[in-house]
């Protein structure tokens, strides 16, 4: 299995556009989060997924960050508009949390930096 | 809402020495995961602790869980240049919250 797939792995984008990263999980994962990771905050789990179905979005900072997803392969973290303060490594994770030994893989992140 | 606090934040030691970074957290948990990261790098899984004196290990990091103290330790034994990295746990509790991370300096 390749793991969790981020794209881009670097995004460089302006004040006020809008910015898409994208994760694909492990193939049989029924959970998938979004953590943002700052120096000055760690990680941050912004929101996670179970069967598809957001569980949890109370870490999504404001009205601009939106995530779905669509299908169990594919999910979306939207930033419209951006500023510079959501300049950060996302990471998206995935994993099968019923089983009780199976841990939370991650994905190689996306470093955001918006000017 | 479940808090998660590590110490030390900063830890420099010398190669072959022994230390410990602590873990507390402050609600019931059902599980402890401890991760590595390396810097630029993704997060790797070292261990998952499901039960109350659960202990493992692995070369030459052992980690263990307290469920009643809330609390996990992860011990380094004999360190060497190539455990230098930022350490996390994260119990969880309906969702993974990680701690603030220990940053892990091995000197020659």
């Known amino acids: 299995d390749a793991g969790v797939i981020q794209s881009p792995r670097h995004e460089v984008t302006e004040m006020g556009q809008e910015v898409t990263l994208r994760c694909k999980p492990i193939s049989g994962h029924d959970y998938l989060f979004w953590y943002r990771q700052t120096m000055m905050r760690g990680l941050e789990l912004l929101i996670y997924f179970n069967n598809n179905v957001p569980i949890d979005d109370s870490g999504m900072p404001e009205d601009r960050f939106s995530a779905k997803m669509p299908n169990a392969s594919f999910s979306t973290l939207k930033i419209q508009p951006s500023e510079p303060r959501d300049s950060a490594v996302y990471f998206c994770a995935s994993s099968s949390l019923t089983k009780a030994t199976e841990k939370l893989f991650f994905g190689s992140g996306t470093q955001l930096s918006v000017l | ?108």
């Not at chain 2, 022994?18 to 957290?25: E, S, V």
């Not at chain 2, 869980?65 to 330790?73: F, H, N, W, Y």
């Open chain 2, 1 to 108: 809402e479940l808090k998660v606090e590590q110490n030390p934040l900063f830890l420099s030691m010398q190669e072959g020495k022994n230390y410990t970074i602590y873990c507390n957290y402050s609600t019931t948990s059902d599980r402890l995961y401890w991760y590595r990261q390396d810097p630029g790098k993704s997060l790797e899984s070292l261990f998952v602790l499901l039960s109350n004196g659960a202990v493992k290990q692995e070369g030459r990091l052992m980690a263990s869980l307290d469920t009643k103290a809330r609390l996990s330790t992860l011990h380094i034994t004999a360190a060497v240049h190539d455990l230098s990295a930022t350490y996390f746990c994260a119990p969880r509790a309906q969702k993974l919250v990680f701690g603030q991370g220990t940053r892990l300096t091995i000197n020659p």
